[in-house]
């Protein structure tokens, strides 16, 4: 059974970081594509950034760009996202996600993900 569990989420002021993890059952990291997403109150699902299955490429949304790092470490099978100088723009749940099919791409459609997380608060305060 594939499951995601996400942590690492909390309470920072504004210029804060934090680190996300995702880790994953179920599923090799090395082998898989995965991605962060989050939901703010009222707003759809947005793309914050991917990395392909070799941990080779990564992309993010340019609002996070030289702020967030993505990363996964095989050996203990989970990804990560380092969160520095947070914003109060960057409040939100944030889900993780995972695509088992494909090549070693990085995808930032929700539709490309079949694996998904329940999600971390992150919530930023000024």
């Known amino acids: 059974q594939v499951q995601l569990v996400e942590s690492g989420g909390g309470l920072v002021q504004a210029g804060g970081s934090l680190r996300l993890s995702c880790e994953a059952t179920g599923l090799t990291t090395g082998s898989i594509a995965m991605a962060w997403f989050r939901q703010a109150p009222g707003k759809e699902r947005e793309f914050v950034s991917a990395i392909s299955r070799s941990g ?22 989970t990804m990560y996202l380092q969160m520095d100088s947070l914003q109060l723009g960057d409040t939100a749940i944030y889900h993780c996600a995972a695509r088992a099919a494909g090549g070693d791409y990085y995808y930032a459609r929700t539709s490309a993900y079949e694996y998904w997380g329940q999600g971390t608060q992150v919530t930023v305060s000024s």
């Open 56 to 77: 080779g490429f990564d992309y993010y949304v340019d609002s996070v760009k030289g702020r967030f790092t993505i990363s996964k470490d095989s050996a203990k099978n």
